[in-house]
């Protein structure tokens, strides 16, 4: 069994940044793509960001040129970097990883993000 374990998430004041790493207990050169998603109160999980083997990488319009996503195979890592941050980027966030190109097969256990004043 995969396990994904997010951290980095915290309590951010608007326009602060954060970054999020997400730890995988498997090589992540075998995932076809590793994803982060977020679920606010009362939402539904939405995609974030995307990452594909040989680094293309797409973006929900809502986070484009906000976030940054990349991986460290060697490491076994995914981070999510997150720049000018707004009250709407709170949710808990959740690294995904799909052995298939845009499907999610793993899931960590989320790590809560706030961006309040």
């Known amino acids: 069994q995969v396990q994904l374990v997010e951290s980095g998430g915290g309590l951010v004041q608007p326009g602060g940044s954060l970054r999020l790493s997400c730890v995988v207990s498997r090589s992540i050169f075998s995932m076809s793509n590793m994803a982060w998603y977020r679920q606010a109160p009362g939402s539904e999980r939405e995609f974030v960001a995307r990452?594909?083997?040989?680094?293309?990488?797409n973006y929900a319009d809502s986070v484009k040129g906000r976030f940054t996503i990349s991986r460290d195979d060697a490491k076994n890592t995914l981070y999510l970097q997150m720049g000018d941050l707004k009250p709407e980027d709170t949710a808990v966030y959740y690294c995904g990883a799909g052995l298939r190109r845009n499907t999610i097969d793993y899931w960590g256990p989320g790590t809560q993000v706030t961006v309040s004043s």
């Open positions: 990452i594909f083997n040989g680094d293309s990488t």
